[in-house]
Structures are given as structure tokens and as C-alpha cells.
């Protein structure tokens, strides 16, 4: 069975930190890439980052970007997002996706596999 479990979401004020993490099982975690998406009511979700399957490539949205590092340790199966200099209007609901391929994808309809969610809420 496929899974995979996010979990480090919480309330954090502006400016603070968190890190997401997203363990995987069920799959060969080294052949998927792994990405963030979120989603806040009435919006459509949005791509965050994304890494390839060895950890060495990775894209990330403008609006995050130099702030959101994203990581994966395919011993753990395990893929993180660092969250630096949190805004209020990173506040969403953060979702991890594996897609399989040998590159990074950027586009939700390239994966086949997502995490529940956790919540993200940044205070002002």
C-alpha cells in the first residue's frame, strides 16, 4: 500500500521557521520525484518545489524561492521542506506528491502520488 504521510505542520508567527517532513513507503522512493504543493480555500493548488530523484536538482516557485529549501534522504524515504522567513500568506494546507521519473516536475498532473496534508498556519 501506497503511502505517503506528511507531517511538522503547526502555528508558527511571521518570520519564523518549520519543516515539513513526508515519509514514503510502498513505493521505490529513489525512482519517484518528490515535490510540495499547497492550497488555500477558494484557490487552486500550487506548486512550491520540487527535487529529483537523487536530491541534486530542484526548482522551486518565485514565491518561495530563497526562502523554502526543499531535501530528501532516500535511506529514510523521506522528503523535507525547510521553511524559512514564514509570511502570512504562506498559510495553506501543504501537501507532498511523488511522481515517477528520473527528472522534476512542476506540474501537479505529473504526479500519481499525494501525501493527506498538514496545515500550515502563520501568524501576523
Known amino acids: 500500500q501506497v503511502q505517503l504521510v506528511e507531517s511538522g505542520g503547526g502555528l508558527v508567527q511571521a518570520g519564523g521557521s518549520l519543516r515539513l517532513s513526508c515519509a514514503a513507503s510502498?513505493?521505490?522512493?529513489?525512482?519517484?520525484?518528490m515535490g510540495w504543493f499547497r492550497r488555500t480555500p477558494g484557490k487552486e493548488r500550487e506548486f512550491i518545489a520540487t527535487?529529483?530523484?537523487?536530491?541534486?536538482?530542484?526548482n522551486y516557485a518565485d514565491s518561495v524561492k530563497g526562502r523554502f529549501t526543499i531535501s530528501r534522504d532516500n535511506a529514510k524515504k523521506t522528503v523535507y521542506l525547510q521553511m524559512n522567513s514564514l509570511k502570512p500568506e504562506d498559510t495553506a494546507v501543504y501537501y507532498c506528491?511523488?511522481?515517477?521519473?528520473?527528472?522534476?516536475?512542476?506540474?501537479?498532473?505529473?504526479?500519481?502520488?499525494w501525501g493527506q496534508g498538514t496545515q500550515v498556519t502563520v501568524s501576523s
Open positions: 527535487i529529483n530523484w537523487s536530491g541534486l536538482t530542484a
Open positions: 506528491a511523488g511522481a515517477y521519473g528520473s527528472g522534476w516536475y512542476v506540474k501537479a498532473n505529473a504526479y500519481n502520488r
Open positions: 510502498g513505493i521505490t522512493f529513489s525512482s519517484y520525484a
